[in-house]
Structure formats: C-alpha cells, structure tokens
C-alpha cells in the first residue's frame, strides 16, 4: 500500500486543509481530505488509465461552496428532521431549522462545514485515514467523532463512523458521496441499478418522511432486479430487506464492465440523483447515502438513532469495486 499526504489548500482563517490519498496495488485509489471529512477521490486503473468514480472537485475553494455536499461527512445526523426541539431521555436541546421550517443534515451543526484532524498509516494489505474532533454544538453533549477510510489490496472500501457523547444525544452520520462510473459529466440514465429492498418511505413535498412505508413493486421504485435508471429523479429512502443475501446496493456502468457494491449495518439508503452545473437538466450525480432511515426519531419502527451518553457507537460501510477484467 502507498500513502501520500500533501496540502490540499488555505482555509480563510489560514488553517490547512490536508489531502490523505491511499493507493493499493491495483492501483485503485481514494483520497479524504480533512475538510468536512470528505471523500474527495475514488479512481480505479483500467488499461493503465485512471478512471475517476466520484462526482467530485479538485480545488478547495469548490468545497467551502458546495450546496450539494459533494463527498461531504454528515452529522451528526444525516436528512432531514422534521422537529426542531428534542427531549432524549432528558437531554433537551433546540436545534435551527434551515429547510422549510426542518433541519436537513443538521444545520449550523454539521460535520461537513469543519476541519479535522487527519492522519494516515500503512497496515500492510490495507491502509487507512483516521479523522477526529469533537463537536460541542446545538446537539446535546460533547460529542467525540472519528471517521475512517480503509482501503484493502482487493478493492474494498470501508468508511467507518463512531461517536461518543457527555450526554444523551442523536448520532446518524453519512458520507454524501455522488457516483458517476463513465465521468462526472455524462449522463447517468443510463447507469444500473439495484437495491436490495422491497419498500420506501412516503415523503411530504418537503421531503419528510410522513411516516407511511409503502410497497415498490410496479412503482419507479422497484429496483429489487437491476435495470437502468432512466430518467426519473429520485430524492427518496429505501428500507433495506434485512434478510438480504447479498450487498443492499449495487450499481453498474451502462456496459456493464464495472460494478460498485454498497452495503452497511443500518437499515436504510437514501438515492438522489442530481446534476451540479444549473445551465443543464441531464442528471451526472448519483448520491448513494447508506444511513438509518431519514427522520428515524420521530417515527416508531424508523430505527434507533439514539446515542446514550458515555457509550459508543460505530457504523461501517463498505464499498466494492468489481472490474470485468479481474474475473
């Protein structure tokens, strides 16, 4: 494994932002950087030529500007939350709304907004990039945050959350990555996908999830069979089947010559497809966001996103690279 560590630029209040690249030895590489903890890079070698799969910016200045939180961290809590004050076992707290009257990935708060701190170390067959600080916010308690990329030799990726609190509080962080397999301004409609999941959530026009769970089948969320994805627009959450055989996402280029799996121990994933250039309606973004459920706190059988104090919790997910030539 190879790890290169190398400024990536100046803040304005002239903090350094640092780029964390780890390389293995088919050469797939990704790159962290501290800002926000973002997933800035994940390329692979195809015929000794490099191939970006992210949806991604190769200036700083492009990530302090980034509505769409392009590769950011979120959280603590990723989504939408559809309150704004919280009683969690006695832990009260009040949090600013910044969309419609909600909290979309919590605000004034986020993980996405900071700089970390990084550090990067070879483990041999794998190498990783370990990012810490504590937030001490809008939230309740003093949270203790790490977020970890490890990449192995055998194109696995795992990005691993954890979290400790001084006190009861809410804890469902995420990586906002954006995915394009052919290059990040082409046409995605075309792109396979398939998500391991038989129900989504019902959402308001404001994207909060109402509460209701509803079936996919004949819907345009039906992707239990992999197929394109055509040209609808999807800002919405599957319920992961639990009893899964398999990863719960999976998605192929058109010719079907290399296939990125996503799975995670929570029981949700959120789709969106977007396309950061304003001038043009063709969707280049797919956002795969592997989380609990949107809104979970506020919806019994959502899931548990509660962070009781003093203990920790942590979330993995995992990423695979599958190439037709490496069958």
């Not at 038989?198 to 992707?223: C, M, S, W, Y």
């Amino acid at each position: 494994m190879k790890v290169v560590e190398k400024d990536f630029g100046q803040l304005p209040d002239g903090k350094i932002v640092t780029a964390f690249t780890l390389e293995n030895i088919k050469h797939t590489q990704i790159t962290a950087i501290s800002y926000g903890a973002t997933w800035q890079s994940f390329s692979v070698e195809r015929d000794g030529v490099k191939q970006e799969l992210l949806v991604q910016f190769d200036d700083l200045a492009a990530y302090l500007d980034n509505p769409f939180h392009f590769g950011n961290t979120i959280g603590r809590v990723g989504g939408r939350l559809s309150k704004t004050d919280y009683d969690i076992n006695g832990a009260h707290f009040t949090l600013t709304p910044n969309d419609h009257g909600n909290v979309l990935h919590s605000g004034i708060n986020g993980f996405d907004a900071v700089n970390w701190h990084g550090e990067a170390r070879n483990l041999g067959t794998a190498a990783e990039i370990n990012f810490t600080r504590t937030f001490d916010d809008e939230f309740a308690g003093q949270l203790a945050a790490q977020v970890t990329y490890r990449l192995d030799d055998e194109d696995r990726l795992d990005i691993i959350f954890s979290g400790v609190s001084t006190e009861n509080t809410l804890f469902n962080p995420m990586t906002h990555v954006y995915f394009n397999l052919v290059g990040k301004d082409q046409d995605i409609s075309r792109h396979k996908l398939q998500i391991a999941s038989r129900q989504h959530l019902e959402v308001d026009n404001h994207a909060i999830p109402t509460g209701n769970v509803i079936d996919n089948q004949n819907t345009k969320f039906d992707f239990a069979h992999l197929h394109a994805l055509g040209q609808e627009h999807y800002d919405d959450a599957w319920l992961l089947d639990s009893s899964r055989q398999g990863e719960g996402v999976g998605l192929t280029s058109p010719d079907e010559s290399l296939t990125l799996t996503v799975d995670s121990d929570r029981n949700g994933v959120v789709v969106f497809t977007a396309n950061p250039d304003d001038s043009s309606d063709i969707k280049t973004a797919l956002a795969i966001e592997m989380q609990t459920l949107p809104d979970a706190v506020n919806h019994e059988g959502f899931g548990d996103i509660v962070l009781p104090a003093n203990e920790t919790k942590t979330y993995t997910v995992t990423y695979q690279i599958k190439k037709s030539e490496d069958k």
